[in-house]
């Protein structure tokens, strides 16, 4: 797996570290559960790469306050983009593993940033080929802002305003060497 440079703190704006990380991860656990009275029917599906991760912390809160572990799956959207033929000639397309059925269930879409909304799009997409949710909620470490669909997270970590010039680099372990928000400047 490739990882991509941590960004150096001294030069890029830090807007969440470790800390924060796991408390907006822990806010939003309890989020869920008071928006769905219990997790009976609940499930996570977080979207390749950093949703994956944020996927499990959520679900390890999760089975904490509910005393039962959720079912948790991973979402690869590669071939649901639709900017796959700018993305590389020939993209790496990973495993999708979710081995539970989707049919009924609540399921939580987690990803990292939520900006344009396409990768939502994508992944929502993906999900109706598997099965037929009961309904479908967004949860995100960041938003952003600037979307180009009309896509809302249902649980956001952190808003964080940005201008289109801005990137913001979310840092997971074990993907990457150190949990963190970063902001910079194209």
């Known amino acids: 797996m490739k990882r991509r440079p941590v960004p150096d703190t001294a030069t890029v704006p830090h807007l969440m570290d470790p800390e924060t990380i796991r408390r907006a991860v822990t806010r ?7 928006r ?54 020939a993209p790496v397309v990973k495993k999708t593993e979710i081995d539970f059925d989707l049919n009924g269930k609540s399921v939580v879409l987690v990803d990292d940033v939520l ?12 999900l109706m080929d598997l099965g037929r949710p009961a309904r479908i909620q967004l949860a995100v470490l960041v938003d952003r802002g600037h979307r180009e669909l009309p896509i809302r997270a249902d649980y956001v970590g952190k808003n964080i305003p940005t201008s289109t010039e801005q990137v913001v680099d979310v840092k997971l372990t074990p993907v990457d060497d150190v949990d963190g928000v970063f902001i910079r400047t194209l």
Not at 28 to 34: G, K, N, R, W
Not at 49 to 72: K, S
């Open 28 to 34: 939003m656990a309890h989020e869920i559960v008071e």
């Open 36 to 89: 769905h009275q219990g997790s009976d029917r609940l499930a996570l599906v977080g979207i390749r790469t950093r949703g994956v991760y944020l996927a499990q912390r959520l679900g390890t809160v999760l089975a904490d306050l509910e005393g039962h572990a959720i079912p948790t799956g991973i979402l690869d959207i590669t071939l649901y983009r639709d900017d796959l033929t700018t993305v590389a000639i």
């Open 115 to 126: 900006y344009t909304g396409r990768t939502v799009r994508a992944a929502l997409d993906a």
